[in-house]
């Protein structure tokens, strides 16, 4: 079971990542779909910075290869406290991200107009919840 939930969040978080890199090179007509805001009708002239972005595709890239090590690896240079905070970690990160910022993401977000919102309700916070519920149940079975 827990290497079954390991590779569903390794493979989340790789969506997740490659999400952001592609952002990075988003055009006009897709930017709409992954910039919140609080109308379809709002004029989005914010620009995501690159830098950031990279960062965060790093970042979730570092969290995709601790899930897939744990599957594919003999983990000697990580001890198990280590793969049960690392996990809980996860956990919290996209537990928060699935609750939201109570304006544009999340399930408790107040603008549910525009497409950002759409994709956030259907694909965006269902995945971090699942994320976040399997990442804390491979801490619980470790």
Known sequence: MRFYLLLANGNILTIFAIMHLFLMT??????????????????????????????????????????????????????EELLIWGNRFISVIFFFRAIGDFKYTGFTKNYKESDYAELDTY???????????SALMVSLQI
């Open 26 to 79: 988003a055009s006009k007509k897709t930017l709409p779909y992954f910039i919140p805001s609080k109308s379809k009708f709002q004029e989005k002239d914010l620009k995501p910075n690159k830098a950031i972005l990279f960062l965060k595709a790093i970042l979730l890239g570092l969290l995709t290869w601790f899930c897939f090590i744990q599957v594919v690896a003999d983990y000697n240079f990580m001890t």
């Open 123 to 133: 694909i965006f916070s269902p995945l971090c919840l699942i994320l976040s519920m």
